[in-house]
Structure formats: structure tokens, C-alpha cells
């Protein structure tokens, strides 16, 4: 899947239940910043003040952070379809 490729479908499946036109939809869809990363890239760092939310389109994104001890400790894992955000950058 290509950059941009599949966010029109993601957009149209997830609003299916707004009356929303299919040109708002394509228009909704222009907006968004659709971007790919190599497996490996680290998105957010502890401490850092997230201005993104991510959808992951295609792959899979780990949430993890490390402890004191230097051992990696995951939390979450996101696969296609579903949305990352960290919250607590928004409160």
C-alpha cells in the first residue's frame, strides 16, 4: 500500500454511520497527512508532548517504554485499523 492509498476506504468504513457525501469524505481525506515509517522509528520519546494521531493503515506500532533497569516493557500494541494516540499529551 502506497502513501495516501487506503485512508479514503479507512475514512469511508469508519464514518459509515454519519451522512457525510462521498466527496466530503475524499475532501476529509485530502487533509490528512498520510505518512510511512521503517520499522524501527520511534514515534513519541518519554517526556515528549505528542502532536500527532496516528492510524495505522498498514503494519503494526508497539507502545513501550523502558525502565529504570534499561529493560524495554511494552503496553500496547496497534494493528491495522486501529488509532494511537497518547493522551495524557492532552490533558
Request: aromatic share 6%; hydrophobic share 30%.
Given at each position: 500500500m502506497g502513501e495516501g492509498e487506503g485512508i479514503t476506504d479507512y475514512l469511508t468504513e469508519?464514518?459509515?454511520g454519519?451522512?457525510?457525501?462521498?466527496?466530503?469524505?475524499?475532501?476529509?481525506?485530502?487533509e490528512i497527512d498520510v505518512r510511512t515509517y521503517k520499522q524501527g522509528t520511534i514515534l513519541l520519546r518519554l517526556g515528549d508532548v505528542s502532536k500527532e494521531c496516528y492510524f495505522v493503515l498498514q503494519g503494526c506500532?508497539?507502545?513501550f517504554a523502558i525502565d529504570e533497569a534499561?529493560?524495554?516493557?511494552?503496553y500496547n500494541f496497534?494493528?491495522?485499523?486501529?488509532?494511537?494516540i497518547n493522551y495524557k499529551s492532552y490533558t
Open positions: 469508519i464514518l459509515n454519519f451522512t457525510l457525501t462521498q466527496a466530503e469524505v475524499e475532501q476529509l481525506s485530502s506500532l508497539r507502545q534499561g529493560e524495554e516493557n511494552t496497534y494493528t491495522e485499523k486501529q488509532t494511537a
